[in-house]
């Protein structure tokens, strides 16, 4: 039910919101795309939050990783990063958020497709970013599963380490982290005391599905690797290869 305008380019979208605020007409939320010739997601912002006489979230596009812009993208304004190709599912969980709408919605029910259950296995999710992580959550708990949550790699080392042995059945860690990223997360994993840590199953979770992320993740001590934004169909074929289904 919302009205979207849309704009070619950085320059066309300033000029956009110019004019509409000349014309005393407001948006509920501006999502622009990263890498962009002239004027590029992070001047959007900027331009657009200097103009406004009210915050407008600000929520940026990307195909690529970001955690190299996010802290100059913050003090830009940006509120969020979301992962290309957009989902529906994302831009549902984006919109309810920025709405204040916090009651969760079940994207598998709307997507018509069956679960797997897992019931009784427990994982340990490593994910920085928030929208991510609270989709992450939504997909894999509804197999059933206990899911536990770091924000990054040096938390999720830090909760792996605190339990015995077996208590984690697999591992979901992001690559791009703040304090302590996901290879390196993985290889403090691999080199503990823990009479598990050669064994339980860690997977590689990134926007970056090059080759040369797939040899470095196996360098890391990681057994498989999955890109993001999440795919449901992938995701279940991952989890049934390496936990017991319920």
């Known amino acids: ?6 704009a070619l380019s950085g ?9 509409d605020f000349q014309n005393n007409k407001t948006y509920f939320a501006v ?4 890498k962009m010739p002239g004027l590029d997601g992070l001047d959007v912002a900027k331009a657009i939050c200097s103009r406004a006489k009210e915050k407008k979230p600000v929520v940026i596009l990307a195909a690529y990783d970001w955690s190299n812009i996010e802290e100059d993208g913050r003090k830009a304004g940006i509120d969020d990063f ?7 599912s994302h831009l549902i969980y984006l919109f309810r958020r920025l709405a204040g709408i916090s009651e969760p919605v079940n ?4 997507s018509g497709r069956q679960m797997l259950s897992f019931e009784g ?9 928030e929208l991510n992580r609270e989709i992450a959550e939504e997909l894999i708990g509804d197999t059933q599963v206990e899911l536990e949550t770091a924000e990054d790699g040096q938390e999720a080392v830090q909760m792996y380490e605190a339990q015995e042995a077996g208590y984690y059945d697999l591992i979901f860690m992001d690559i791009q982290m703040p304090r302590m990223n996901g290879y390196e997360a993985s290889r403090a994993i691999r080199t503990s005391a823990k009479k598990d ?19 470095e993740s196996q360098k ?18 991952c989890m049934s290869r390496w936990l017991k289904k319920g």
């Not at 039910?1 to 849309?6: L, Q």
């Not at 296995?121 to 970013?129: G, K, V």
């Open 11 to 19: 320059e066309e979208a300033v000029k956009c919101f110019e004019r």
């Open 1 to 6: 039910g919302m009205e979207a305008v849309g």
């Open 107 to 110: 994207i598998l029910a709307e």
């Open 220 to 237: 890391a001590g990681m057994n498989e690797h999955i890109s993001k934004p999440l795919d449901l169909d992938q995701l279940m074929k």
């Open 82 to 88: 979301i992962t290309k190709p957009l989902f529906k």
């Open 197 to 215: 840590a050669k064994t339980i199953p860690i997977i590689a979770m990134t926007a970056n599905a090059f080759a040369e992320d797939v040899i």
């Open 121 to 129: 296995s427990r994982i340990l999710l490593a994910e920085d970013n």
């Open 31 to 34: 999502l622009t795309d990263w």
